[in-house]
């Protein structure tokens, strides 16, 4: 006689399998009673001397009391492995019964670690009680080999200034060796020009080279190359070698040297007075000079005279092309108008050009007024002394 259950017996069976199966697969609950469980979100992770690995370890409390759980992390000689929250190192931790604490776990791998598999491990306990031993597998991988011991590259092999700037070329050695090697630089450049070498953009200490860590990239290496102020417009090639480990690696750099556009405005004998009278016109010169490296075109000149009826003429009023290095001479004509007042009055000459910043000279104009009766006084004096010299020549002969 074969038995067959009814359809609600069958169904309670598979649940009843189905609770077990659950029950057996979870790790809390597989934890005997009064145990302390640790677990995490992966176990096994491959990387490279020198690098970092973080995660986190849950710290589980199956015990019937609140407890302080202390934990701890053991990590191969030379290796680092701290148990942190916040910033802080852990050292224990307070979980209630049926709680969960989590903490970051930081593993540091030497670079002096050779490839391999190492491990980590994670306890923790309370009084006589110990929990599961949480084994994390840092297999270090092989650094790819090279066949140079080390390299050299430039983020930036082409720049460009005017002459008197300072062009930054930035730079990174890599070491491919596994032993510490040091590095020096220098730079070939033309004459006249300098170099200096600093370890980053942002450092004033100058330098001759590094001390470069076993498999290290050292990235941020500035090359600062100084323009002389007389460098002429043009491309000039520059090397930059590095040596270490018994070889040289050079660099081509290029550096474009632009051109420069300045004038100025002078005097021929420096002063800026220039005197006048009034309803009478006074001259003055003004020389115009281009002080950069390339040609200036339309320079235009403009006075600002006092206020009144002034006349203030400027030839040229315009330059069409001066040449580096050249001087142009305006003629300045300056009226004041008959009923100026005398005293000291202010002129300013301005010259704009769209190639450069605009320049001004200020002059001061003294203005003097001749009158009529200054014209008679001087004429009575005149006649005075030719009539003396008459009565002289007569009265005197014997």
Same mark, same amino acid.
């Given at each position: 006689m074969t038995?067959?259950p009814?359809?609600?017996?069958?169904?309670?069976i598979?649940?009843?399998?189905?609770?077990?199966l659950?029950?057996a697969?979870s790790?809390a609950?597989?934890?005997?009673?009064?145990g302390?469980?640790?677990s995490?979100?992966?176990?096994?992770?491959s990387v490279?001397a020198?690098?970092?690995?973080?995660?986190?370890?849950n710290v589980t409390?199956?015990m019937s &009391?609140?407890?302080?759980?202390?934990?701890?992390?053991s990590?191969?000689p *030379?290796w680092?492995?701290?148990?942190t929250?916040?910033?802080?190192?852990v050292?224990a931790?307070?979980?209630?019964?049926g709680?969960?604490?989590?903490?970051?776990?930081?593993?540091?791998v030497p670079?002096s670690? =050779?490839?391999?598999?190492y491990?980590?491990?994670?306890?923790?306990? #309370?009084?006589?009680v110990?929990s599961?031993?949480?084994?994390?597998?840092?297999?270090?991988?092989?650094?790819?080999?090279?066949?140079?011991p080390?390299?050299v590259?430039?983020?930036?092999p082409?720049?460009s200034g005017?002459p008197?700037s300072?062009l930054s070329?930035?730079?990174?050695v890599d070491?491919?060796?596994g032993t510490?090697?040091i590095?020096?630089?220098s730079?070939s450049?033309p004459?006249?020009w300098?170099?200096?070498f600093l370890p #980053?953009?942002?450092?004033?200490?100058?330098?001759?080279?590094i001390?470069m860590g076993?498999?290290s990239?050292?990235p941020g290496?500035?090359?600062?190359v100084? $323009?002389?102020?007389?460098a002429?417009? *043009?491309?000039y090639?520059l090397?930059?070698t590095v040596?270490?480990a018994g070889?040289?690696?050079?660099?081509?750099?290029s550096a474009?040297?632009?051109?420069?556009?300045s004038?100025?405005?002078?005097?021929?004998n420096?002063?800026?007075s220039i005197?006048?009278?009034?309803?009478?016109t006074?001259?003055a010169?003004v020389i115009v000079?281009n002080?950069?490296?390339?040609?200036?075109?339309?320079i235009?000149? &403009?006075a600002v005279?006092?206020?009144?009826e002034?006349t203030v003429?400027?030839s040229p009023?315009?330059?069409?092309?001066l040449q580096?290095g @050249?001087?142009?001479?305006?003629t300045?004509t300056v009226?004041?108008?008959p009923n100026s007042?005398?005293?000291?009055?202010s002129?300013?000459?301005?010259a704009y050009?769209t190639q450069?910043?605009?320049?001004?000279?200020d002059?001061? $104009?003294t203005v003097t007024? @001749?009158?009529y009766?200054g014209?008679?006084g001087?004429v009575?004096?005149v006649?005075a002394i030719?009539a003396?010299i008459?009565?002289?020549? =007569?009265?005197g002969?014997p």
């Amino acid at each position: 006689m074969t038995y067959a259950p009814d359809a609600g017996m069958r169904w309670t069976i598979v649940a009843a399998m189905a609770a077990f199966l659950l029950l057996a697969s979870s790790p809390a609950l597989a934890q005997q009673p009064g145990g302390i469980y640790l677990s995490t979100y992966f176990t096994g992770v491959s990387v490279q001397a020198g690098q970092q690995v973080y995660t986190y370890v849950n710290v589980t409390n199956y015990m019937s &009391e609140p407890a302080s759980i202390w934990v701890n992390a053991s990590a191969p000689p *030379g290796w680092s492995a701290v148990l942190t929250y916040s910033g802080y190192n852990v050292t224990a931790v307070y979980a209630s019964p049926g709680s969960t604490r989590s903490v970051q776990l930081e593993i540091y791998v030497p670079s002096s670690a =050779r490839p391999g598999t190492y491990d980590v491990n994670v306890t923790a306990g #309370s009084g006589e009680v110990t929990s599961n031993v949480l084994t994390f597998q840092i297999d270090v991988a092989p650094v790819p080999t090279s066949s140079q011991p080390f390299t050299v590259s430039v983020s930036y092999p082409s720049l460009s200034g005017s002459p008197g700037s300072t062009l930054s070329y930035m730079f990174e050695v890599d070491n491919n060796l596994g032993t510490s090697e040091i590095a020096t630089f220098s730079m070939s450049t033309p004459p006249g020009w300098a170099v200096t070498f600093l370890p #980053s953009q942002y450092s004033n200490t100058v330098i001759s080279g590094i001390q470069m860590g076993p498999y290290s990239a050292n990235p941020g290496l500035v090359a600062d190359v100084y $323009v002389p102020s007389n460098a002429q417009p *043009g491309i000039y090639n520059l090397t930059l070698t590095v040596t270490s480990a018994g070889r040289s690696v050079s660099v081509p750099l290029s550096a474009t040297v632009t051109g420069t556009y300045s004038y100025s405005l002078s005097t021929p004998n420096g002063l800026l007075s220039i005197s006048a009278q009034a309803g009478h016109t006074s001259a003055a010169t003004v020389i115009v000079t281009n002080t950069g490296t390339e040609p200036l075109t339309d320079i235009t000149l &403009e006075a600002v005279q006092p206020s009144g009826e002034w006349t203030v003429q400027l030839s040229p009023s315009t330059i069409q092309v001066l040449q580096p290095g @050249q001087n142009a001479t305006v003629t300045m004509t300056v009226t004041p108008p008959p009923n100026s007042i005398p005293g000291v009055y202010s002129l300013t000459v301005s010259a704009y050009s769209t190639q450069a910043s605009s320049q001004s000279l200020d002059f001061l $104009v003294t203005v003097t007024k @001749q009158t009529y009766w200054g014209f008679v006084g001087v004429v009575v004096i005149v006649a005075a002394i030719a009539a003396l010299i008459a009565v002289f020549w =007569r009265f005197g002969r014997p």
